[in-house]
Structure formats: structure tokens, C-alpha cells
């Protein structure tokens, strides 16, 4: 670390250079490739849904996995059929424009996109139609299962256009806009077009958060260089991150949501990063020490607990590979990119830039007395040493008071409930919530279920193979009879859509779906050649909640597996990554019920803009749990490094924790209130599982440096006394020796001839040379 840091500060200029090179042909390469191509790859080898994507594929069927939106229709107290005249010749113009689709269904007739053929099917019209004739459905069906953002945008611009007899509006939003105040109410729908309309917000939730860090880092620095210094570090990780991210979509199927979470992260932990190393040079400097000593110093200690610290973030996150959901690639190996150049910036960047500032890190009364020699530091007198004492004289009533709470606060999460949230749960000020309720209350909640039987063999010719499979259907609870249609596909395959009686994520529905391929269908083919399966939107999230819930227990056992061992490697010890990872579950606990009070339960849905209660989606708990552990490492790190280093000093285990924390307090609840700051920002956007990382991740850190470090950690360390050190001899052997603090009596680099390796320190000695 001493020789990165030396080369940092020596070669500052090449360092910044090569930073700014580094950006710049970053952000070229990416724009000549045409930007990032995200996509929501959901394929799930092993599960009906993906037998049956590839049943269709193998048919020449590959547009039945196309993906689908509505245009919903409201007339008011008037009828639909009387705006025929106007609606048809939009819907033509949809089809004559490039933009993807592959036919569109209206209560006006049927359209093949690609020959331009229509068709009247006055069954098929009239069900797309509400009963009391004032609602109308719209089916636009895309080619691909992933339609462009281009594609989709162009569906409503064109729409609009035709519709309003306007020109063609620049974007979604101004073409929603033309489609307003007039007698018939239009509105889209489906997954597809989601996030359509952005909330209105003066600034971005990302501008927000760095305000915010930026007023955080003034307080505690009390120096505008300080301050900015690791905003600049951050800002650097997210230029170069967020395009190597946008590279790798180009190689592999990276989430839609992939760029917002990495820049989520990035500045959340690049932030926190860089403030550990300037406040440990700030306290180098104050100690006497020069700026290059200082520095190297710094990134010896500091930044041995960042480089830990990133490592095990990078570890959990790239954990959810274990779970061999392809979805989760992506996603993972993207953020753990954005964490580790962030890990990077700190360790090359930072220390350039710290020597290009030299003592102008400090307010000026301060560098005035460095330069004067009159400094006094070490005073274990301030408040944090005063809580810190605290804790040590009380350390079961106040350990107690934090487990009660974190108890209490983790008592939704038992009744946490995986799923699909449709657009039912989207803001009430969104098109597709408005859109979404009109549906639901003209054809009944189950109508946006989009459900449906794949009948393959000699069974998908035999019509009354199929009308017993219909009538058999028919009769099951939470069907809805009316909607069921046999439509023969050929190819050796035949389709039965129906709908359920209940919403896509009512629990219902999840167990109809579980019913009818576990009792009602078996009996039906397995006499025979035939195969009948379940599919449509709402089966593939079941079977992704399924898939992950029972891969979910692996996943959580290697990440703390591996991160327990990491810590046992550092601090060579048996309770302390123990300590760490019932901590962590605990807190991990108490932030989950936090998330399924608000998105599960709705409790305070409204004025955090999150439009109602509905399951969490399948995939957020392994997501949200392998960066809340890594997180959560962050802190534990840094105190008990701190912690470790004074007990290694004097062999005082009291005095140890008692220094550790008032020295380390500050700094850590200063850093969770920069991470609070940020991820609170995300709340303000418009993405659904942004707010619950945004949620989630801020209530976890909240808890973690105000709870966990603050109170828990340290009274249980005080509890144990000597015990946290132990660790067996043989074992002791065994591991390799890896350490987060600078090497024994390398205070200063002017020690680095003699740095003590070798020497027994006062805890060493005592304990046997057992550490």
C-alpha cells in the first residue's frame, strides 16, 4: 500500500492525467458503440416459462414471446364504438410506422403489422370491450421480447400524433400531453411502458444526494478543499464506471436499472471511501507529520480498511452468481465493477490530489498551526469518547435497548411476500396506473393477469382434447370462465388464454398458477403424448420467485461464509466475524421489515410516491442483502480496525474499544449520514426499485452506524474482553497472515526500515502471539 501511495503522490500529475484519459476515451468508446443496450433478461432454464419461450421458438412462433402493452380507452358516459372514426386511423399509422410491432387488436378490428392485413372477429372485438361499452382495450404486440426504447417511445409520439392531429411530439411526454382534455380519456399501460411519465422534480435525485454529501463533508471538514476532494473522487469513479457498465451490456444482458443502482453505489461508497482516508490524513497532519508522509500514512491504514472493505462488497455482490439466474449477471458484475474502480479512485486518485492541495485539507486556523508547530491532538475528551465511555460502563442495558429495537423493527420481514409488483403499484399520477385501474375496473382485476395454457403434441391438433382442457378449466376456482379461448397456433402447438378472478399480485393468483400445474392439469395429459403448460407474464415471475426462493438459502450462507472468513483472516480472530455476522443479520432484518412496512404493507406509500402495497420482487431481497452486507462490512471494518490497531498498542481490550469508538464514531455517522443522504435522494426518482434500494439501503445504514457500531458492536466487544482475540493456535498456523492495519511500529514512514514486523507488540505478548 505504501509503494501505490508513494507512486500516487510522486507521480501525482500522470495519475490525474490518467484519469481524465481514462474518462474521455471511456465515454468515446461507448458513444461510437451507440450507447449501453440494457435489457431485462428474465430466461429461466428449468422452469415451465422458459420451456415454453423455447417450445414457441422451436413452432416459428418466436412473436408469441414478443412483448405486449395496452392503449386503454375511456369514453365516460359515452360509448366507445363512437370514436371509431378516430382511434382506427392512429392505430393504422402505428403499424405503418417503424416501431416494432407485429399485429395490434382493437374493439375496431385486427391488424397484422407485418402484411398490413386486417381482420373483423366480432367475438375477439367485443372482449376487448367493458361491459357497459364506456371501456375499450387496445393490444399492441411487439416482434421482440425487449422492445427499444426508440420503439416504445415511437408507439405513443405516433399515437399521439394521429389521434390529436398534432405534429409528431418530441417525446412520450408531450405526446401524452396532446391526448389530454378531450371527451375520450387515453391511456398506456402494461410493463412495457413503464416510466413513461417522469415525475416532475426541479432536481435529479442524483444531484440531490451530492448537494447533500457536499453540505455533510463542509460540517465535518470545515475546509471547501476537503469538501470537495472526495466528491471529486467520486464523480471520477462514476465517469469511468457507468461506461464500463454500459461496455458490458454490449457483452452480456445487463438490467434496465443496472446505471441507476452502480450510480447509487458509486457515489454512496465513493464518498465514504475517500472521506475515511482525507479525515485519517487531516489527523496525520495534525500529529506533525509531513504532507507525503501523511498521505502514504494514510493509504497504509485508511486505506487498507477501504481496500478490505470494497473487496468484501465486491464478494456479495458477485455472490449472486451462486444463484444461476442470468437476470442477476449482469446487474452484479456491473455494480461490483462501479464499487471496485471506486475502490481504485480512492487508493490512486485521492492521494494525487491530496498532494496537489497539500496542507489546504485543513481549516485555516489549523493549517496555521500545523505550519507553527502548536498543535495538540489526542484529547479523548470530546463527546464520542464521552458515549464511548458510556457503553463501556453500561453495556448490556444499552445492548439490550438496540437488539429490542432492531427486533421490533424486523417483524414485517417474516411476513415478506415475493412477487411480480404490475402496475398497480406505479404512482396514481402515472399513465400506467391510470391505465392499469381502468382496466381493472371495466374487465375486473384479473384481466391484466395475461395468462395462458400451451398445449404441444398430437393433443394441439385434437379439438376436443382442447374443449375438455377448456371446460376442465372452466370449473377451477379463480378462473374466470368467460375469458377462456382456444386459439390452435399450429406447429404442434395450440394456445388457451384466460384470466384469473384476482390481480397478477394477489397471492391468489400466485397459487392458482401453483394449482393448476401441480393438481388440475397433470390428469389431463399424462395419459397421453400431449404437454400442457402454464405460461404468461405473471407465471414467469412465479416461477422467478420460485427459482430464487429455493436457491435463496445458498446464496446467504456463501456470503457470509466467505465473509466471516475474510475477517477471521484480518483480525485473526474467532468472535469477531461472528459478532459481525449476527450484527449484520440483525440489521439486515430490521431493514427488510422496514421495506415490507412501506412497499409490502403501503405504510406511508402515498407521500414517498410509491402508489400502493404490493410483494416484493423476487429478485430484490438477494440483491438488496448482498450489498446491504457489504455495506454493513464497511463500518464493521473501519471501527474494529481502529479498534484492533489500539488493542494490538497496549494489550487493554476496554481502553481498546473505549478509543476505537470515540475515534471512529464521528467519522462513521458522519458517513452514514452521507450514505443516507444519497440513497435518500434515489427516493425522489421514479423507478420503483430504485426507491426500494433508496428505502432499504438508507434505513439499513441508519441503523447500522447509529445502532449497530454505535451501541451494539462495542457493548458486546466490552461483554467478551478478552475473548474477542482468541483465537486457536493451530488454526493460528493455518491462516494466511493478512492485516488491515499499517505493519506494527510503522506510525511513520520513517519507520518503514524498522517497521516492527517481527516485534511482539504489548497484546501480542500477552496473548501468546495468538492475534
Keep these: 500500500m505504501r509503494a501505490l501511495a508513494r507512486f500516487a503522490i510522486r507521480r501525482r500529475w500522470v495519475v490525474v492525467t490518467a484519469w481524465v484519459i481514462a474518462i474521455l476515451a471511456l465515454q468515446a468508446v461507448l458513444s461510437a458503440m451507440g450507447g449501453a443496450q440494457y435489457e431485462d433478461d428474465f430466461s429461466l432454464p428449468g422452469t415451465e416459462s422458459e420451456a415454453v419461450s423455447e417450445l414457441l421458438t422451436e413452432a416459428g412462433l418466436a412473436e408469441r414471446n414478443g412483448a405486449s402493452g395496452q392503449i386503454v380507452l375511456n369514453a365516460g358516459e359515452a360509448d366507445i364504438s363512437e370514436f371509431a372514426d378516430r382511434v382506427q386511423p392512429a392505430l393504422e399509422s402505428l403499424c405503418a410506422a417503424d416501431v416494432g410491432l407485429s399485429s395490434v387488436q382493437s374493439p375496431y378490428g385486427s391488424t397484422d403489422c407485418a402484411t398490413g392485413a386486417g381482420s373483423t372477429d366480432a367475438t375477439a372485438q367485443d372482449a376487448l370491450v367493458s ?312 374487465f375486473g382485476p384479473g384481466y391484466n393477469s395475461g395468462l395462458q395454457l400451451v398445449v404441444s403434441g398430437p393433443g394441439s391438433a385434437d379439438e376436443a382434447f382442447l374443449g375438455r382442457i377448456a371446460d376442465r378449466l372452466g370449473t377451477v376456482p379463480d378462473v374466470a370462465p368467460d375469458s377462456i379461448q382456444t386459439v390452435p397456433a399450429g406447429q404442434g402447438v395450440s394456445l388457451i388464454t384466460f384470466k384469473s378472478v384476482t390481480s397478477p399480485q394477489d397471492a391468489a393468483t400466485t397459487e392458482l398458477i401453483e394449482r393448476l400445474r401441480a393438481d388440475v392439469l397433470p390428469p389431463l395429459y399424462e395419459s397421453t403424448d400431449s404437454r400442457i403448460y402454464v405460461s404468461g407474464s405473471t407465471a414467469v415471475f412465479v416461477d422467478f420467485a420460485e427459482i430464487l426462493s429455493a436457491r435463496m438459502a445458498l446464496f446467504f450462507t456463501a456470503v457470509i461464509g466467505l465473509s466471516c472468513l475474510l475477517l477471521l483472516v484480518a483480525f485473526r480472530s474467532l468472535l469477531i466475524p461472528v459478532t459481525a455476522a449476527a450484527m449484520n443479520l440483525l440489521a439486515a432484518g430490521a431493514s ?13 406509500a402515498e407521500p414517498l410516491g410509491i402508489g400502493g402495497g404490493g410483494p416484493i420482487g423476487a429478485f430484490l431481497p438477494v440483491m438488496f442483502f448482498a450489498i446491504l452486507f457489504g455495506l454493513s462490512m464497511d463500518y464493521q471494518v473501519f471501527l474494529v480496525s481502529r479498534i484492533h490497531e489500539e488493542w494490538r498498542r497496549t494489550g487493554d481490550t476496554a481502553r481498546a474499544v473505549t478509543v476505537g469508538q470515540g475515534e471512529t464514531g464521528g467519522i462513521i455517522t458522519a458517513a452514514g449520514l452521507i450514505m443516507i443522504a444519497v440513497f435518500g435522494g434515489f427516493v425522489l426518482g421514479d423507478d420503483r426499485i430504485i426507491k426500494l434500494f433508496g428505502i432499504g439501503l438508507g434505513s439499513a445504514v441508519l441503523l447500522d452506524a447509529f445502532v449497530v457500531r454505535t451501541v451494539l458492536v462495542p457493548a458486546l466487544m466490552h461483554r467478551f474482553g478478552q475473548a474477542n482475540w482468541y483465537l486457536p493456535s493451530w488454526l493460528d498456523r493455518v491462516l494466511p497472515h493478512v492485516s488491515i492495519e499499517a505493519p506494527a511500529g510503522g506510525d511513520s514512514v520513517k519507520d518503514e526500515e524498522d517497521d516492527g514486523v517481527g516485534d511482539r507488540t504489548p497484546a501480542e505478548q500477552a496473548a501468546g502471539g495468538v492475534t
Design 131 to 442: 361491459p357497459d361499452g364506456s371501456i375499450g382495450l387496445i393490444i399492441v404486440n411487439y416482434s421482440a421480447a425487449q422492445p427499444t426504447t426508440e420503439h416504445l417511445d415511437g408507439t405513443v409520439e405516433r399515437f399521439g400524433s394521429a389521434f390529436s392531429g398534432r405534429p409528431v411530439a418530441d417525446d412520450p411526454t408531450a405526446a401524452l400531453e396532446q391526448l389530454q382534455g378531450g371527451p375520450l380519456q387515453v391511456e398506456f399501460t402494461g410493463e412495457v411502458f413503464r416510466g413513461l411519465t417522469p415525475t416532475e422534480s426541479a432536481l435529479s435525485p442524483e444531484l440531490i444526494g451530492f448537494l447533500a454529501a457536499f453540505v455533510i463533508l463542509l460540517l465535518v471538514f470545515r475546509s471547501l478543499s476537503a469538501t470537495v476532494l472526495p466528491l471529486i473522487s467520486a464523480v471520477a469513479a462514476i465517469l469511468t464506471g457507468l461506461p464500463l457498465i454500459g461496455l458490458l451490456s454490449h457483452t452480456m444482458s445487463v438490467a434496465s436499472f443496472a446505471d441507476q443502482l452502480a450510480l447509487l453505489m458509486i457515489l454512496g461508497v465513493g464518498v465514504d471511501y475517500a472521506l475515511f482516508i482525507v479525515t485519517r490524513h487531516r489527523r496525520n497532519l495534525l500529529r506533525g507529520l509531513g504532507v507525503e508522509e501523511s498521505i502514504i500514512l494514510a493509504v497504509d491504514t485508511a486505506g487498507r480498511a477501504v481496500l478490505f472493505a470494497g473487496i468484501t462488497v465486491c464478494i456479495a455482490l458477485m455472490g449472486m452468481w451462486a444463484l444461476g439466474v442470468s437476470f442477476l449477471y449482469g446487474v452484479s458484475l456491473g455494480t461490483a465493477i462501479g464499487v471496485a474502480i471506486t475502490m481504485v479512485a480512492s487508493l490512486t486518485l485521492l492521494p494525487a490530489l491530496l498532494r496537489l492541495l497539500g496542507l489546504r485539507v485543513l481549516p485555516r486556523r489549523q493549517r496555521a498551526a500545523v505550519r507553527a508547530g502548536t498543535v495538540e491532538v489526542g484529547d479523548h475528551h470530546g463527546p464520542w469518547f464521552r458515549w464511548a465511555d458510556l457503553v463501556q460502563r453500561r453495556p448490556i442495558a444499552l445492548g439490550m435497548l438496540a437488539a429490542v429495537l432492531l427486533a421490533a423493527l424486523s417483524v414485517p420481514f417474516f411476513s415478506m411476500r415475493l412477487g411480480a409488483p404490475d402496475q398497480g403499484t406505479d404512482p396514481l399520477d402515472q399513465t400506467t396506473r391510470r391505465g392499469y385501474d381502468l382496466i381493472a375496473e371495466g
Design 592 to 604: 427488510f421489515g422496514v421495506v415490507v412496512a412501506i412497499f409490502q404493507w403501503g405504510w406511508l
